[in-house]
């Protein structure tokens, strides 16, 4: 897909890799840029890349759907929307059921919540784009997490089932599947020992992702994997799936 005089959208873009891809996407002569996200520090973001902000909160359906048929009325269509809204909590079986639901209705329900409003629209029109920023951790795993791991795992095959229901009908479905990032997500989780495993295959800058986004887009790709070791790994999961679990368990805390 080229983006060029294209309408996008893109949730989570306060900060992170949504504020990354609002900029890398800036460059590419869209025809608009919306950005959402429930921080009001969107107002200045979006000036920056003249683009529109609505702040709201993605978990919310009413309102989240609501944001995207007034952008729809707008502007005449959504041809690419990147669901990058996410929330990333640490812990174990400790994890409220409190805190279950609230990463459940971001990582999962929001993507779910946009889909409805989403595919008919471009159904209708005959295109479409759709960039699920789901995380590595939604085909490996990520000890100590358990709450991301296990919802980045559910974004995954909704995003595997969109591609394979939707596509036929010309809409496209990419994963955006990183390691780490250098976001605001990444240093709320404290001070990683430089020894650690999960710094084997480094901290990739947020401008590096969004790029490698644009490159998957352009290509069409499924899995947008910035951190290349992700898909050997992937391969020697299915490989050995034993042999892999007992290799992870070095990562656990």
Not at 175 to 183: F, G, I, N
Request: with cysteine; aromatic share 6%.
């Amino acid at each position: 897909m080229n983006i060029q005089n294209k309408n996008i959208v893109i949730t989570g873009a306060a900060n992170g890799i949504g504020h990354a891809l609002a900029k890398r996407m800036s460059e590419e002569s869209p025809k608009s840029i919306s950005l959402i996200d429930i921080k009001s520090s969107l107002k200045e973001v979006a000036r920056s890349f003249n683009a529109d902000s609505y702040i709201v909160d993605v978990s919310n359906e009413h309102n989240f759907q609501t944001i995207l048929k007034d952008i729809i009325n707008k502007n005449g269509s959504i041809d690419l929307f990147c669901s990058n809204a996410g929330i990333q909590q640490f812990g174990t079986l400790e994890t409220s059921t409190l805190d279950w639901q609230k990463n459940w209705d971001v990582n999962v329900m929001s993507h779910i919540y946009a889909a409805k409003v989403l595919i008919p629209h471009m159904k209708k029109q005959g295109s479409g784009y759709l960039l699920l920023t789901v995380s590595a951790a939604g085909l490996l795993n990520m000890p100590g997490a358990i709450a991301y791991a296990t919802t980045k795992h559910a974004a995954m095959g909704l995003a595997e089932n969109l591609a394979i229901m939707f596509g036929n009908d010309g809409i496209k479905v990419s994963a955006l599947c990183p390691q780490l990032v250098d976001t605001d997500m990444l240093k709320s989780s404290g001070d990683i020992p430089e020894d650690h495993p999960l710094l084997k295959d480094g901290v990739l800058s947020a401008d590096f992702v969004a790029n490698e986004t644009i490159k998957g887009i352009n290509a069409e790709k499924f899995l947008i994997l910035p951190h290349k070791q992700v898909k050997k790994y992937i391969q020697g999961k299915a490989f050995d799936y034993d042999s892999w679990i007992e290799a992870v368990k070095e990562l656990a805390p």
